[in-house]
């Protein structure tokens, strides 16, 4: 679904279900356009501490856990107090300008989610992160950045 910033489409738990297993624990977690929730309630199963940016006011609405999302633009907000980004890719329309914040405030760990994006999209996403890639299973890859 086309919206006013990017593509939403939800993401595929039992995809990133992992990844979440293994780095989640413990960790501060924030999901760059949190949509309906359902990747901020995987986190917190796995025992991180959540926070979603949603800058679509339906979405917002309508989170499950709402009261665990910022309603603003995610470049509005400071990144460097989470310890892992969470990002589907095509999720944003100004991906450039996304890439230079990841490089410039991800602190430890960007999980990048890429199912339905091209091997060309994820080549011309990934090779502009200035972090070390450390897993990659299926359509995710974490990166670490420390």
Not at 96 to 103: A, G
Request: charged share 25%; hydrophobic share 35%; glycine share 8%.
């Amino acid at each position: 679904m086309m919206t006013k910033e990017g593509i939403y489409v939800p993401s595929v738990t039992y995809e990133i279900e992992p990844a979440f297993e293994k780095y989640c624990k413990g960790k501060t977690f924030l999901d760059l356009g949190s949509g309906n929730g359902q990747v901020l309630g995987l986190a917190f199963k796995y025992g991180s501490m959540v926070t979603g940016i949603e800058i679509e006011k339906d979405f917002y609405e309508n989170s499950q856990f709402k009261e665990w999302v910022i309603n603003k633009d995610m470049f509005e907000i400071d990144w460097r107090n989470y310890q892992i980004i969470y990002y589907f890719l095509k999720g944003c329309n100004q991906e450039d300008r996304l890439i230079e914040k990841i490089n410039e405030e991800c602190r430890e760990l960007l999980i990048l989610y890429t199912h339905g994006s091209n091997e060309r999209e994820v080549s011309y996403f990934v090779t502009k992160l200035n972090g070390e890639p450390i897993y990659k299973d299926n359509h995710i890859l974490v990166f670490n950045f420390k």
